[in-house]
Structure formats: structure tokens, C-alpha cells
T-cell receptor
Framework: RKEVEQDPGPFNVPEGATVAFNCTYSNSASQSFFWYRQDCRKEPKLLMSVYSSGNEDGRFTAQLNRASQYISLLIRDSKLSDSATYLCVVNPYGQNFVFGPGTRLSVLP | SAVISQKPSRDICQRGTSLTIQCQVDSQVTMMFWYRQQPGQSLTLIATANQGSEATYESGFVIDKFPISRPNLTFSTLTVSNMSPEDSSIYLC????????????FGPGTRLTVL
């Protein structure tokens, strides 16, 4: 089993839609969790950290379920500019970041 | 965050040659890392660049193939040695900031094509 797994993509959604991405991780000792966004031919950029209580940043909501080792990202009211690959990232305690394979999102006009 | 630059931004190289990639940060950082992202794939950590000592390599990566230097807290180099077409990839430098070690910021990457 891979350390970090994500929904296979691509997700093609119309503008204004709500879309959810899922991510599971295998190392129960993981301490930190993140969603990064990577535009085509660009470097990954931090979108948001994921906290146990869940957190929201504008149209983006991230949730963590430690018991199920599951992370989610919800995007409401999708914009064309949201089109990108979304990377789930897990930081096991005392170890280095592990990146998921990414889920590609295309928001269509 | 930090401003991170990489040189070169891209290069096309011949098989058997070596390329050194530079990573410069505008502030002192605690940790620097080198990643590889092969076409259509996610990021794979090559090594952690340690200031003043040998880099720490991940499984599958060795110093002879990917020598790394980190002479100070703001600069590191990665060399891809004796290149083959399989080394064609994007190479990314990332940093963790002092006091925020659980978040990484990435440089713009170096796109390498080996013929």
C-alpha cells in the first residue's frame, strides 16, 4: 500500500460547482498534514494546512479524520483559476514529507 | 515564506554529462531539500541538504549520482552526474523556515531534458 493515496483524476467540473478530494495515509504516526496546489509547469505551493478540528479558508475547507487516516479538501463555488493538481502531503513524525500522487482538477466555463 | 530561486530554470543535456543546479534562498533556513518530479508523477524526495555535513539520501538515491553541497544556510547545489534519459525530470529545491519546520516552500524548479 502506498503511503499516501488520492482520488484518481481528472475531475472536470463546471464553474460554480462544489468538488471534494479525498486522501488516505498509511502511517498512523503522521503528525502534520497539508494540501498543496501545483499549476501546470509550476512548483507546488502551500494551499492550506489541515488541523484535527478542520479548517476553512474562504471557499476551501480541509478536514482530518485521524481514526480513519483520511484527509479531505472541499472547494465550493469553483473558479476557472482553481484548475490545478492538488497534492495531499503527510509529514510522519520525525520523518520527511510524503507527497500523494495528486488529483487533477479542471474547472470548465 | 521565503523567496527561492533556482538556476538554471531549464537545460537540455547530452547523455553522460553532469549538470549542477543551484538553489538560493533570501533568508536563513533550517532545512533544505531536493526533490525530483518525473513527468506526470508526484514529488519524490532525493535528499536533505545538511549545512556543513554530508546530505542525507533517501532510499534509491546515492551520493555518487546526486552529490549535494550546502556551504551555508541560504545556498545549496544538486549535481546530476553521468546523466541518462531516465534523469529527465523537474528538480525542485524546497526549504523549511526556522520556527515553521513543518511547512515547506518550493523553488520554481529546474526542468532537465537528457538526450
Amino acid at each position: 500500500r502506498k503511503e499516501v493515496e488520492q482520488d484518481p483524476g481528472p475531475f472536470n467540473v463546471p464553474e460554480g460547482a462544489t468538488v471534494a478530494f479525498n486522501c488516505t495515509y498509511s502511517n498512523s504516526a503522521s503528525q502534520s498534514f497539508f494540501w498543496y496546489r501545483q499549476d501546470c509547469r509550476k512548483e507546488p505551493k502551500l494551499l492550506m494546512s489541515v488541523y484535527s478540528s478542520g479548517n476553512e479558508d474562504g471557499r476551501f475547507t480541509a478536514q482530518l479524520n485521524r481514526a480513519s487516516q483520511y484527509i479531505s479538501l472541499l472547494i465550493r463555488d469553483s473558479k476557472l483559476s482553481d484548475s490545478a493538481t492538488y497534492l495531499c502531503v503527510v509529514n510522519p513524525y520525525g520523518q520527511n514529507f510524503v507527497f500523494g500522487p495528486g488529483t487533477r482538477l479542471s474547472v470548465l466555463p | 515564506s521565503a523567496v527561492i530561486s533556482q538556476k538554471p530554470s531549464r537545460d537540455i543535456c547530452q547523455r553522460g554529462t553532469s549538470l549542477t543546479i543551484q538553489c538560493q534562498v533570501d533568508s536563513q533556513v533550517t532545512m533544505m531539500f531536493w526533490y525530483r518530479q518525473q513527468p506526470g508523477q508526484s514529488l519524490t524526495l532525493i535528499a536533505t541538504a545538511n549545512q556543513g555535513s554530508e546530505a542525507t539520501y533517501e532510499s534509491g538515491f546515492v551520493i555518487d549520482k546526486f552529490p549535494i553541497s550546502r556551504p551555508n544556510l541560504t545556498f545549496s547545489t544538486l549535481t546530476v552526474s553521468n546523466m541518462s534519459p531516465e534523469d529527465s525530470s523537474i528538480y525542485l529545491c524546497s526549504v523549511a523556515l526556522a520556527g515553521v519546520t513543518d511547512t515547506q516552500y518550493f523553488g520554481p524548479g529546474t526542468r532537465l531534458t537528457v538526450l
